[in-house]
């Protein structure tokens, strides 16, 4: 028996890259459902939530950050890959501050679209594991859970995406030790190198925002002058 097919939702005004991304990616083995717009996206999503939305950023009414921003607000969202034609770095970290997982500018090639996607939908398989032998981690009020790629406070689930929880998954597994972020990055994979990627960046201050008291002064996840970023779990 066939593995069901992995579900991805294209949200993109240009109806030739709908059209070229919809016979491409189903030829690669994957579902595929076109939107374009926010409407029609949000029609689908009510219907089913996909494994991944590719989504663009300019598009006629809500455009894809606000699409973005409003989706990774309610728990359970899919991951997001942001397409755009504005190239600028700065635009990226904004599309990364949204909550997208990945970014890829326009034009692009449908290759490392898939390359990408692939690094984003690839998870572990998340079994039924008895707590006592899920892989739990626990630090100030908060229990990470590996299993179940969740993280609780006091009890409380506290939303993450796909990409802050990978780089969490990092910290509680070298912790007490400074990660740099040339190799934080090799970890994380999914976005492209150059030598002035902020992406780690951004995803560290996400995170920051999410589990620190006060982010500006972090407990945990505190900046080592020179290498990168050192984990302390005893605060």
């Known amino acids: 028996m066939n593995a069901p097919q992995e579900l991805i939702y294209v949200a993109d005004d240009d109806a030739g890259i709908r059209d070229l991304l919809a016979e491409y990616l189903a030829a690669q083995g994957y579902a595929v459902r076109c939107a374009k717009d926010g ?4 029609a689908f999503l009510a219907e ?3 494994h991944l939305v590719v989504l663009d ?14 989706l990774k607000a309610s728990p359970g ?3 997001i890959i942001m397409l755009s034609a ?6 990226r970290i904004i599309g990364l501050e949204v909550g997208a997982d990945d970014y890829l500018p326009k034009p692009f090639n449908p290759r490392e679209l898939l390359a990408r996607i692939r690094a984003v939908l690839r998870r572990p398989a998340v079994a039924a594991v ?3 032998e899920a892989r739990l981690y626990r630090f100030g009020p908060y229990t990470v859970n590996l299993d179940a790629r969740s993280l609780q406070r006091d009890g409380s ?6 990409g802050e929880f990978d780089l969490l998954e990092i910290f509680v597994s070298h912790p ?6 040339d190799w934080l990055m090799d970890q994380l994979r999914g976005f492209e190198r150059d030598p002035f990627d902020r992406s780690v960046d951004v995803r560290v201050n996400r995170l920051r925002k999410k589990i620190e008291a006060d982010p500006a002064e972090p407990r945990y996840v505190r900046t080592v002058w020179g290498q990168g970023y050192l984990f302390a779990p005893q605060g």
Do not use: F, Q, Y
């Open 130 to 132: 008895p707590e006592r």
């Open 39 to 42: 409407v029609e996206l949000d």
């Open 157 to 162: 689930e506290v939303p993450l995406t796909h």
């Open 77 to 79: 969202a899919p991951p």
């Open 48 to 50: 089913k939530v996909p």
């Open 176 to 181: 007490n030790r400074a990660l740099t972020r």
């Open 86 to 91: 504005r190239g600028e770095d700065v635009d």
């Open 57 to 70: 950023w300019m598009m006629p009414g809500e455009d894809g950050l606000s699409i973005a921003r409003r």
